[in-house]
């Protein structure tokens, strides 16, 4: 049996090496200040699918990531790991977009990659940490839904069966395929770059990258069509424009507060018995212990 699994990846601000200069006076994060990485659940995500596609040769799996063109960097990234092919859904029109307008911007994405078996992403972004783009993509689409996987572990040609980690301990449930499911960050990490795929699709670009860039792969792409990343529009997709960006978007934010923690003064010591029991005092007289 062949596989058809399509993975959700977002590009987003390194919120895990927050400055001072990481918020901007309105309370918007300021992404130029913060490196965009691979969101790392999403990760997690990839490598659950990359090990359905060891286990069953033939197996497809395809990245969607909605983003500016840049995004496309993580397309690569996953092309570099095992993947076969990506999507990016990019346009102007997509700005401002909350958890609903998005995961309705990306049912209209996966409908058009149909028909597919798994829909697989991470538990939630570190940017919005809201956990809500993969289960509402489900119900869009009318997908059965399992969060919180850790581990797939049996597929059959119509269900499968997935590890859960709860707050309290794990379950194993069964799910009829096609299946969305969002990953959580114990699962495995996701195996590194191979330099063969590296070497392979390094010049894997979007039609905006190579406007950007001024370069001519013309003859590349006639030779090597995999090179190709697919940009998908507002138009491409038949999409509701009212139903996407500021529009389209309930979620409003009604106060932010830029919080930065900072240690006003440091003690170095070292591991002298004289230095311990001074610590211990300290501790003991501030009541921190004691």
Not at 71 to 99: C, V
Not at 106 to 111: D, E, H, P, R
Not at 158 to 163: A, E, F, G, L, M
Request: proline share 4%.
């Amino acid at each position: 049996m062949k596989y058809r699994i399509i993975v959700l990846a977002k590009q987003v601000p390194d919120t895990r090496n927050v400055g001072k200069d990481a918020m901007k006076a309105d309370g918007t994060v300021n992404r130029a200040a913060l490196p965009a990485i691979f969101n790392p659940e999403d990760l997690n995500a990839l490598e659950q699918a990359l090990r359905i596609k060891d286990q069953f040769p033939g197996s497809e799996v395809i990245i969607l990531t909605m983003g500016p063109f840049r995004a496309a960097e993580i397309i690569r990234e996953a092309l570099y790991r095992g993947a076969d092919r990506g999507y990016l859904i990019t346009d102007r029109k997509f700005a401002g977009s909350d958890t609903l307008a998005t995961s309705y911007a990306i049912s209209l994405a996966v409908k058009k990659l149909e028909p597919y078996h798994f829909v697989i992403s991470g538990r939630q972004a570190i940017d919005g940490d809201t956990a809500q783009v993969g289960p509402q993509t489900a119900e869009k689409l009318h997908l059965p839904q399992v969060t919180y996987a850790e581990d797939i572990l049996d597929i059959t040609n119509t269900h499968v069966s997935i590890k859960r980690r709860l707050e309290m301990g794990v379950e194993v449930v069964k799910a009829k395929l096609p299946v969305a499911i969002t990953v959580h960050g114990s699962a495995p990490s996701c195996r590194p770059r191979l330099a063969k795929l590296l070497m392979k699709n390094k010049h894997a670009r979007t039609v905006t990258e190579l406007q950007e860039e001024t370069k001519d792969y013309t003859d590349l792409y006639t030779h090597r069509p995999y090179l190709q990343i697919e940009e998908w529009t507002v138009a491409d997709l038949d999409a509701n424009v009212e139903m996407l960006g500021l529009s389209g978007s309930p979620t409003k934010v009604k106060k932010i507060e830029n919080v930065v923690l900072a240690h006003k003064e440091s003690k170095k010591l070292t591991s002298d018995d004289k230095e311990v029991e001074w610590l211990m005092q300290e501790l003991i007289s501030s009541h921190v212990i004691g």
